[in-house]
T-cell receptor, first 112, second 114 residues
Framework: GESVGLHLPTLSVQEGDNSIINCAYSNSASDYFIWYKQESGKGPQFIIDIRSNMDKRQGQRVTVLLNKTVKHLSLQIAATQPGDSAVYFCAEGNFGNEKLTFGTGTRLTIIP | ETGVTQTPRHLVMGMTNKKSLKCEQHLGHNAMYWYKQSAKKPLELMFVYSLEERVENNSVPSRFSPECPNSSHLFLHLHTLQPEDSALYLC?????????????FGQGTRLTVV
């Protein structure tokens, strides 16, 4: 079956630095990709999504890059803050299908 | 708070017990979802409801029984569970079917089966 995976399970970044979290996917037919943030004791929170016909999308302090050639997705967080500490995971989906395929997540720790 | 409330937050139950998880959303959404999040495993979709009708059941064992009495409430009835069913159970809602990218998640119920 198709799977979505993450390169690193943990990542520590100095406060104020930029962080990059990576995700590899295997379903080249996915229509869109989503990044979620999950803080301890909370449910996942939508951060940003990107459609498969785009290469880049920017939000507030976050940028998602999609490289369809190598089936790679990344989330860049600029000027990290302590509140950015959480588990981040990606998901992929298709229009008309409720089932998203999720990655296992990367734990990002911001060092004060 | 995301507008999706789950109770209880924590639940410990024996394998012979019957319990229910509750989810309530105050967002006016028409679609509701149950997900299972096990340790070190990806999030798994269990059930999808649209306007109180079940539209998806992802091969979930019958010991998990969902109920959606109205578009604001969703239950997950549990009976004769196994230790491997221990996980975080997350409820989510979205404006409608097909808009799962706009889903809001509850904080989850941490279930431990002993």
């Amino acid at each position: 079956g198709e799977s979505v995976g993450l390169h690193l399970p943990t990542l520590s970044v100095q406060e104020g630095d930029n962080s990059i979290i990576n995700c590899a996917y295997s379903n080249s037919a996915s229509d869109y990709f989503i990044w979620y943030k999950q803080e301890s004791g909370k449910g996942p929170q939508f951060i940003i999504d990107i459609r498969s016909n785009m290469d880049k999308r920017q939000g507030q302090r976050v940028t998602v890059l999609l490289n369809k050639t190598v089936k790679h997705l990344s989330l860049q967080i600029a000027a990290t803050q302590p509140g950015d500490s959480a588990v981040y995971f990606c998901a992929e989906g298709n229009f008309g299908n409720e089932k998203l395929t999720f990655g296992t997540g990367t734990r990002l720790t911001i060092i004060p | 708070e995301t507008g999706v409330t789950q109770t209880p937050r924590h639940l410990v139950m024996g394998m012979t017990n019957k319990k229910s998880l509750k989810c309530e959303q105050h967002l006016g959404h028409n679609a509701m979802y149950w997900y299972k999040q096990s340790a070190k495993k990806p999030l798994e979709l269990m059930f999808v409801y649209s306007l109180e009708e079940r539209v998806e059941n992802n091969s979930v064992p019958s010991r998990f029984s969902p109920e959606c009495p109205n578009s604001s409430h969703l239950f997950l009835h549990l009976h004769t569970l196994q230790p491997e069913d221990s996980a975080l159970y997350l409820c989510a809602s979205s404006p409608s079917i097909g808009r799962s990218t706009e889903a809001f998640f509850g904080q989850g119920t941490r279930l431990t089966v002993v």
